[in-house]
């Protein structure tokens, strides 16, 4: 028999989002035209050299929705929309070499978690116990803050620094050789198994710039030509850190005065187009 009131409740669940939007703690309850719109609104309001962080339309903008949930829903309404979030993360790493002159995006690591990168980070990290370690800060980067114990939500945001600077600690001594300047084939190991084990574009790609920026030396994949990620020269201008460099290219024909409050700016053109 037709049951009026358990095919209206049937209607409101198909109707809902997915409970826990961003956390187990997440208390939304939204439908999943509400969440879509939101997701709409947060893309299209962005531009491409921004990542689009997917944040909880419930619990606001420190907290990131879960990967799977956000992409399946979004996949569902308009596929360009996701292909938009990817491709302006992997803009990030945009680079264009200086033999062949070709801009790619060929440095963002794909996400390719599986159990052997699972095993091959517990490897490097020294064990199981540094791998529980690791896999709890990844939560919290993942979904943008830290909990305590009874899951309620510390105050600040979690960056890719705070994340990098944690597993520098549990490293201890280890750290200066395991988390180094990267190959032809990527960041070092460890940061590369890590990256593939991050499946929402705009972490991953915020991760790696942020150990980019500690450790800027790469060499292209398309010609094997080493360049320096921060300053966008080939080379890796040795005797110099990157600030040194940059300060040792301005000029002052570089330097202009803002029209209104006349606070000198340096012009970076040159950076345009990252």
Known sequence: MHDPAAAEADDELALAAPRHLCSSSCNATVCRECVVRHMTITIKDGFDAKAVAMTCPACGPTHIMKSRVWSELLASHDPSLLETVQQRAANLLSLQ?????KR???LFEDYTDDESNTELLKKLMGGDEAYAQLDL????????FST????LSRAGAVKATDLLCGIEALLGDRAADV????????????IKALLNSIEDPERRATLQVSYLRKHPQIITKCCGLEHCFNCHVKGSHQGQTC?????????V???IPCPKCQVNLVKVSELVGW
């Not at 305590?148 to 899951?151: A, I, K, N, V």
């Open 148 to 151: 305590d114990r009874e899951g």
């Open 137 to 144: 800060m990844r939560t919290d980067y993942l979904r943008g």
């Open 179 to 190: 988390i180094t300047v990267g190959d032809q084939t990527g960041p070092a190991p460890l």
């Open 253 to 255: 024909d570089d330097v």
């Open 104 to 106: 790619s995006n060929a």
């Open 97 to 101: 070499c200086f033999n062949c002159h």
């Open 243 to 251: 600030d040194e460099y940059q300060a040792s290219k301005v000029t």
